[in-house]
């Protein structure tokens, strides 16, 4: 199973090309085809771990600069190094996605596309959920999330400490941002993403391998 996410720049116009710097902020995440410009300003990578899609999705909406499109389904193998020379339903649902995210007006910029459409839709509603909450954050409060680790105990002090503030300050952003809720769902929306690609699938004739 892969999952494909192409995301594409909403602003380009107004504050230049910033593909590069989605690039390095999605560099860390391993990747079977690691994430790469594709056409203007767009970039795509092909995972195959769900709960790697959601950070990688998650990063983008935090941005608040990107279309972003999840494709759930298979891609032929071997993998090129070149995305250009891939194939498989994976990209078709993806393309699908990104051009749904292009039309959300107001809403999170995110749609999941793949062979169970019932599920797609249950995906991208959590998943968007998720990037309210990410998206609504403030830089104050992004000062201190990215200082924790989930799942760790006792680091708000350490936190406190780092950037000179209080516990009590850093508790309050960690409770005002949803951090706790956040890290509480993605496992679920992992889990929904995984369940899009089956049992169901489309017929070949349904679909080209790449658009």
């Given at each position: 199973m892969h999952f494909v996410l192409t995301i594409n720049q909403r602003d380009?116009?107004?504050?230049?090309?910033?593909?590069?710097?989605?690039?390095?902020?999605?560099?860390?995440?391993?990747?079977?085809?690691p994430f790469q410009r594709t056409i203007g300003d767009e970039a795509q990578v092909v995972l195959t771990d769900?709960?790697?899609?959601v950070e990688a999705a998650l990063i983008a909406v935090r941005q608040r600069r990107w279309h972003v499109g999840v494709g759930v389904g298979e891609l032929e193998v071997p993998l090129p190094d070149n995305l250009a020379d891939a194939r498989g339903y994976g990209l078709v649902y993806s393309r699908r996605a990104v051009e749904r995210a292009q039309r959300t007006g107001d809403r999170v910029p995110l749609a999941v596309d793949g062979p169970d459409g019932e599920l797609a839709a249950e995906a991208e509603?959590?998943?968007?959920?998720?990037?309210?909450?990410?998206?609504?954050r403030t830089e104050a409060e992004w000062k201190v999330l990215d200082l924790m680790t989930p799942g760790a105990r006792g680091q708000q002090k350490f936190v406190a400490q780092e950037l000179g503030i209080t516990a009590q300050a850093v508790s309050k952003a960690v409770v005002r941002s949803h951090w706790s809720e956040e890290w509480a769902t993605r496992p679920a929306a992992a889990r929904l993403l995984g369940l899009v690609y089956g049992p169901a699938s489309l017929p070949p004739a349904a679909l080209p391998y790449r658009v």
């Open positions: 380009s116009r107004d504050v230049g090309d910033l593909v590069p710097d989605l690039i390095r902020s999605l560099r860390h995440l391993p990747a079977a085809v769900a709960a790697t899609a509603a959590v998943l968007r959920l998720l990037g309210l909450i990410v998206a609504a």
